[in-house]
């Protein structure tokens, strides 16, 4: 779905630079000096087809659409492929198979592109790619330091449910907007209920040993109730 409106995006700013053209050209030199600055530009990046015939065809009709491709990883030599279910009340279910060799990283391309945009829209299934977990809160980081608004979706459930610790380092990291139902959001506020709570007993534990407050005999009490506990 992300990759039909980007195509939309880019077919409407192929279309928004046609009309800019035939005006310019159409009208007297006093009022031709218009600027096409605000001719929207779109990008799509991540592992975007393998080096097979998929692949190309995938990237020549996102480029016919006027969408750029921006490499993040190196291209594997087979591209992933995903089926759609629809059921009559409109519930898709996806069947997913992507190739062991895609990746995400911080590519110069990448940062080069992220500088340029102003929105950044970061999809929340790239999750599952491996090497996301240290390339987007990274990404997120850099479209910061260089202005750049950031964006990020959830995904789905289960994505936030594998995911939620990295969502929450990268909305921390500098994600301005993140789009979620009411479920996942749920389930972000749960990692986060999680996180602070293991914040929170870390911190006591260490002013406790600080205080000297934890003698050997009751680390062996506690021990001993948190295996009885265990066994119930």
């Not at 050209?25 to 031709?32: D, V």
């Not at 007993?201 to 506990?229: H, I, N, R």
């Amino acid at each position: 779905s992300l990759a039909n409106t980007l195509v939309g995006l880019g077919q409407l700013a192929a279309a928004q630079e046609r009309s800019s053209s035939s005006s310019s050209s159409s009208a007297n030199p006093a009022t031709s000096s218009r600027s096409s600055t605000g001719n929207v530009r779109v990008g799509m990046t991540g592992c975007v087809g393998g080096s097979d015939a998929l692949g190309e065809f995938a990237r020549a009709q996102l480029q016919a659409a006027g969408v750029d491709v921006v490499a993040a990883g190196p291209t594997s030599n087979a591209t992933g492929v995903v089926m759609v279910f629809t059921t009559p009340d409109a519930q898709r279910s996806f069947l997913s198979s992507f190739s062991s060799e895609d990746s995400l990283h911080m590519s110069q391309q990448l940062q080069d592109a992220t500088a340029s945009a102003r929105l950044l829209l970061i999809e929340g299934y790239m999750w599952e790619t491996q090497g996301a977990a240290d390339a987007i809160p990274a990404l997120v980081r850099h479209a910061r330091s260089v202005g750049t608004l950031v964006a990020l979706t959830a995904g789905d459930v289960g994505v936030v449910e594998r995911h939620g610790s990295k969502v929450l380092e990268a909305i921390a990291a500098g994600v301005d907007i993140w789009f979620g139902n009411e479920a996942e959001a749920a389930a972000l506020v749960q990692h986060l209920h999680a996180q602070q709570a293991h914040q929170q007993a870390q911190a006591a534990l260490e002013q406790q040993q600080q205080q000297g407050a934890m003698s050997p005999d009751y680390l062996e009490d506690e021990e001993q109730d948190f295996t009885v506990l265990q066994l119930e």
